[in-house]
């Protein structure tokens, strides 16, 4: 009985090490399917936010990393990554979150030219209602694309708010909150490039996998 209690629990350590095995491996090709597809993601995103004319370097390996919870709505560092055009500074596409979203925080991305104009807006991640405060996605509407060729005239320019505070951006019906939301994050993120641009591009680059 010994010889096969022993015998059994052989078997199950066996059992055991492949199954830990199987597991690790598959956690590992999954890990590996699952970063990229973030990076494709990642790419494509970029590449509407600062078009492929503006640069020709590797945005995703060009970033750094920036903290200013004023401006970018979060205490966390938040990627930025800077276009460059025959060896020149051509543009930035920063991350940066809308706080006071409708149903929570909204992540957004901003790409600007060095003028400070903008050359587009994706919301990356919101919890916001749908048929409602959902029409900041593409997927949805079009109305992100409204931000396309702005430029930001001081941090009192009436223009950057939604119609019903008297700016020029329009609001949902029913949801005034989350375009409200999203107008003032990318004020505030045009306003932090205009204030450190001349810095941004003497980083070098510090995110992680860049």
């Not at 979150?97 to 790409?111: C, E, F, N």
């Not at 430029?151 to 409200?180: S, Y």
Request: hydrophobic share 40%; aromatic share 6%.
């Amino acid at each position: 009985m010994l010889k096969n209690m022993k015998k059994n629990g052989g078997i199950l350590a066996i059992s055991a090490l492949l199954a830990t095995a199987l597991v690790a491996l598959t956690h590992q090709v999954t890990a590996s399917r699952i970063q990229e597809q973030e990076q494709k993601q990642l790419l494509q995103v970029l590449n509407q936010v600062i078009p492929k004319e503006n640069h020709d370097n590797e945005l995703y390996k060009s970033c750094i990393l920036i903290s200013d919870p004023a401006y970018l709505g979060t205490s966390e560092p938040m990627p930025a990554y800077l276009a460059t055009k025959d060896g020149q500074p051509n543009g930035v596409a920063i991350e940066a979150i809308a706080p006071d979203g409708y149903s929570g925080a909204i992540k957004v991305i901003v790409g600007l030219d060095m003028t400070g104009t903008v050359t587009g807006v994706r919301v990356l991640a919101h919890q916001e209602t749908p048929g409602l405060g959902d029409k900041i996605d593409t997927r949805i509407t079009d109305w992100i694309y409204s931000f396309t060729g702005r430029k930001l005239n001081g941090e009192k320019d009436a223009a950057w708010a939604v119609r019903k505070d008297g700016g020029d951006f329009d609001q949902f019906t029913g949801a005034t909150i989350t375009p409200r939301a999203v107008v003032n994050a990318v004020k505030r993120v045009s306003l932090y490039f205009n204030q450190h641009q001349d810095t941004l591009f003497t980083q070098p680059a510090n995110c992680e996998g860049a």
